[in-house]
Nanobody, 123 residues
Framework: QVQLVESGGGLVQSGGSLRLSCAVSGFIEDYYGIGWFRQAPGKEREGVSCYRNNDGTIYYGDSVKGRFTISRDKTKNMVYLQMMNPQPEDPAVYYC????????????????WGQGTQVTVSA
C-alpha cells in the first residue's frame, strides 16, 4: 500500500513561487513514477510532472516546462514540485500520485493518489 500526503498549497502571487511537498510512504515499486497531476474546475485532470524512480527520468507537461521543477529526496521519502512564475492557467487542485509516461502523456495506471492541495494564483 502506498500513501501520499501533499502539503504546501495556498495562495501565490503571479510571478512568485510556491513549493508543493509530498510525503511518500509504503512500498514503491521501482517501475513506479511519482509525480504531480492537477485538475481545475471544469477541466480534465492533467499530468504536470513525473519522476521515474528507477532511472530518474523526468517528464513535464508542455504548459509547465521551464517554470516547474520536480525533485525527489529518497532519503526523506519526499517529492517536491517547485512552481515558478505562476500563470493564470496554473490554479487547480494539485495531486501527488504514482505515474507513468508513455510517449508525451502521463497517466496513473497504479492508481495511488494523495488527497490534493489547492493552489490559487493572485494577480
Amino acid at each position: 500500500q502506498v500513501q501520499l500526503v501533499e502539503s504546501g498549497g495556498g495562495l501565490v502571487q503571479s510571478g512568485g513561487s510556491l513549493r508543493l511537498s509530498c510525503a511518500v510512504s509504503g512500498f514503491i515499486e521501482d517501475y513506479y513514477g511519482i509525480g504531480w497531476f492537477r485538475q481545475a474546475p471544469g477541466k480534465e485532470r492533467e499530468g504536470v510532472s513525473c519522476y521515474r524512480n528507477n532511472d530518474g527520468t523526468i517528464y513535464y507537461g508542455d504548459s509547465v516546462k521551464g517554470r516547474f521543477t520536480i525533485s525527489r529526496d529518497k532519503t526523506k521519502n519526499m517529492v517536491y514540485l517547485q512552481m515558478m512564475n505562476p500563470q493564470p492557467e496554473d490554479p487547480a487542485v494539485y495531486y501527488c500520485a504514482t505515474c507513468r509516461v508513455v510517449g508525451t502523456k502521463a497517466s496513473n495506471p497504479y492508481d495511488y493518489w494523495g488527497q490534493g492541495t489547492q493552489v490559487t494564483v493572485s494577480a
